[in-house]
């Protein structure tokens, strides 16, 4: 059938498309699908023209975004259109890529910097599929513009950042989150050291001694998320209680036996070999804390210094005279022998033995006031049992 033909058919059937397929079913189903096609294509077209002028309107809203998580959606969904959009894209991309940049870095520079870690990288991964994107236009300027920013930004923007972070923070437990970030981090070079060495040269600054915010940071410091820091800062704080000749802060002491860690006090005390420093914590610290081990642990310390320990041992065994454990407790403690001499050590040891001796008589007392009591408890009950009547059924016999 001629397509003037069909077209009279069509005509005729007033453009019935059920009468047409009766008449033409070949032409009617070819037609249908040239139409079908045609609407296809159309769509195509129509929906590639309205997605290129969104990539269009991307490329120049981006530098509108007033948040950075704005920016970062609207900028991976660029990355992601560029290839798909036509070079005209690629050219308006080209010529606000600057402000673009820029506009990215104003977004992230007032955040925290464990945010800012996040947000560089993921610019910088932005930045290369913009670069890997651009490639099949073969715009040079665009290509290698995004490249070299996709490194700039954590090579120079971020490595600054942290740089300066680390020279002008307070080391204290609030920054904890944000150095567990940075160390991260770190550990995803290739040189780690480069950031890491920034941090433990400030850290070395302070005196892990004397900094009580320092002592408390690296006590909630985890060696798993803030590694070779961790490590630096805990050698150092080991370091002190294994040094005799190193002074620890009265607010540190003072926080160890808050936070119920007094061992580390303790030992500390009593090794501490600069006589000076530990009559100062004598001072504050001696028979004020009501902890007898503390007392003792200055004791123990060989080091002479103005003490009252022997006023302070006679008047703890005076108040526990009958107090066996505690007498024992204390004469066996070190230093005690050498405080009291070997006279009054001698005799201290004799009423431990006394105590002993008097708490034994008391239990053998004890013991045969026991067995007296059980023994009449007895006697009147067998003394009960020979007061009872004669039995009835022998009473009746008698009678008959």
Known sequence: MSLSDFITIVKDSSFNISEIYQKAPNETLIALGTIVVLIFIGYFFIDRSIKRKNALKLVETLQDSKTFDEFDKKIKELAEELPKRGEEVATSLNS????????????????????????????????????IGSKKYNNTELTNFFETKSKEVLEDNLFLDIKYYCENINYNTAELENINAIVSYANTLSNPNLILDIMKKELNRFSFGYNSDIYKLVESMSEEKTKQIYKYCQDKIDSIFENAD?????????????????????????????????????????????????????????????????????????????????????????????????????????????IALNEENTKKIEEALSIAKRAESIALEAKSLNKRPISTNIQNSVNN
Not at 270 to 275: E, N, T
Not at 302 to 317: A, H, Q, R, T, V
Not at 332 to 348: A, D, P, Y
Request: glycine residues 2%.
């Open 96 to 131: 606000l890529k600057e402000h673009i940049l820029f506009r990215g870095a104003k977004l992230i520079a007032n955040l925290d910097i464990d945010k800012k870690i996040d947000s560089y990288i993921s610019l910088s991964k932005s930045f290369e599929n913009l670069a």
């Open 246 to 354: 190193c002074e620890l802060s009265i607010n540190i002491l003072d926080y160890l036996i808050e936070s119920k860690q007094n061992e580390k006090v303790y030992n500390y005390i009593s090794a501490l070999k600069l006589s000076n420093y530990l009559q100062q914590l004598y001072n504050l610290f001696f028979d004020k804390k009501d902890d007898i081990h503390l007392d003792l642990a200055f004791i123990a310390n060989p080091l002479s210094i103005e003490n009252e320990y022997k006023k302070y041992i006679d008047e703890s065994l005076t108040n526990n005279w009958r107090d066996k454990e505690h007498i024992e407790f204390v004469s066996k403690s070190k230093g005690v022998i050498e405080v009291l001499g070997h006279m009054e050590f001698r005799t201290l040891i004799e009423r431990v033995d006394n």
